[in-house]
């Protein structure tokens, strides 16, 4: 008997004697059913073309589709997404839910996406890959790409650490919002920084008690302009990113001239952007002495120039009365750090490391240390603290004299004890028979 082909759900198809299934002209099967939906207590339609199952196949199909949503489960096609795609829009929408807030936040945010996406220096990125089809090999291999260019001196492993976590955020997103069975990174170890030392003896960017003094006082005389800042950031150990946003006067200013307190509450790190707090969150109320207080008096009353400058809230802006830039003081303590004869860097972000080296001189207790400069823990204190020299000197030496004992002096000037002289070489004298 010939087959009464009809034309149904946009294909021509003849049941089967197997309810539910359709065979298709074209080939293949179609098959539709209704079921109870435990998860909401409807009926859910079953509706799949299967172009190349046979009846037996399709039979298979229908009948495990309709086990999983009686077990509460439902069969999604995972839709392909390209990393690219997925990683701008979450960016995207990070942005407008407020869970990037700062404009350096955004800015580094899109600085990495350019190296995910599209690679760096030869080392091929993920911009293409199906972000479902991502393995824990193709992130491996991406690995070792960038270790070599670390090796090579090109980047940080620290910058490279930064890739990483940005990639794992991505990635855990992609799971839990496309439904993914597993998340490919999250056993990826970070990028080894035992031998990476941002700080060295050498290069401490750090100002011991007298380059302190020197550094101040050729501020002062080469740019007044950016004395007051340098001082509070070294006498507060506050960021850069928290002085440039101070304010002066205004509905909500930040300095209460009469009480001697500072108030830190915002940040600035790109453009004419504002955030309502600091990087970490944590705001501050600092009292300080009337003499920074008289600084920033004198830098109010002689260092604002300009109309726009006097008319601006804020109590270091630049000449048109806006934001000064992230790197408004990279040349002044370049200039001034040759003056003095520096024999090592010293930037912006050393006043904070300055801040605590000097507050450990001056026996500032560690509660109070931190409650000045806003760290919140201890690790982070040591973090931006050296140990000088002499610090280390006369600490043993405080010590010592716990311990009182007769020791043994040198009676020379060469230090031998005894008045045994020490030889250049470092061998042992021998004494010639007369």
């Not at 293409?128 to 070792?144: S, T």
Request: charged share 25%; net charge positive.
């Amino acid at each position: 008997m010939d087959k009464q082909w009809k034309w149904q759900w946009k294909t021509f198809v003849v049941a089967t004697k197997v309810p539910g299934l359709w065979k298709r002209k074209e080939g293949g099967h179609l098959v539709r059913a209704r079921i109870l939906d435990p998860t909401t207590g409807a009926m859910r339609e079953i509706k799949k073309v299967l172009p190349n199952a046979d009846e037996a196949e399709a039979f298979l199909w229908l009948r495990d589709e309709k086990a999983r949503i009686k077990r509460g489960l439902v069969l999604i096609e995972t839709p392909k997404t390209r990393f690219c795609d997925f990683s701008v829009s979450l960016l995207e929408r990070k942005i407008v839910k407020g869970k990037i807030r700062s404009a350096r936040g955004r800015e580094r945010w899109r600085h990495t996406l350019t190296h995910l996406i599209a690679g760096t220096m030869g080392v091929a990125g993920f911009g293409n890959f199906f972000v479902d089809q991502i393995r824990a090999n193709h992130i491996e291999e991406w690995q070792v790409g960038i270790a070599r260019l670390i090796t090579a001196g090109e980047y940080s492993p620290v910058t490279a650490n930064g890739w990483l976590a940005i990639l794992k955020v991505i990635l855990k997103a992609a799971k839990r919002e496309l439904g993914l069975a597993t998340n490919p990174s999250e056993e990826t170890e970070a990028f080894d920084t035992s031998t990476y030392t941002p700080y060295t003896e050498e290069q401490p960017n750090s100002l011991v008690t007298d380059e302190a003094q020197k550094f101040l006082a050729c501020m002062y005389e080469q740019y007044p302009q950016h004395y007051a800042m340098t001082f509070v950031g070294i006498a507060l150990g506050l960021r850069p990113s928290t002085l440039r946003p101070l304010r002066r006067s205004g509905p909500t200013p930040d300095i209460l001239w009469s009480d001697c307190v500072i108030l830190v509450r915002r940040s600035h790190t790109l453009g004419q952007e504002i955030m309502d707090k600091p990087k970490t969150g944590l705001r501050q109320r600092i009292t300080v002495p009337a003499e920074i207080i008289d600084v920033l008096r004198w830098h109010v009353e002689t260092q604002l120039e300009t109309p726009e400058q006097e008319a601006s809230d804020l109590l270091f802006p630049r000449e048109d009365g806006g934001l000064r830039t992230e790197s408004c003081l990279t040349k002044a303590f370049n200039v001034v750090g040759q003056l003095v004869g520096l024999k090592k860097r010293f930037t912006p972000s050393g006043m904070r490391r300055t801040f605590n080296d000097l507050a450990r001189a001056a026996n500032v207790e560690s509660i109070v240390t931190k409650s000045i400069s806003g760290h919140q823990t201890d690790r982070m204190k040591e973090h931006y603290s050296t140990v000088s020299p002499v610090e280390q000197r006369e600490s043993i030496g405080r010590m010592l004299k716990l311990v009182k004992t007769d020791r043994p002096a040198s009676s020379t000037a060469s230090g031998a004890p005894g008045g045994a002289p020490i030889p250049a070489s470092g061998a042992p004298t021998t004494t010639a028979a007369s």
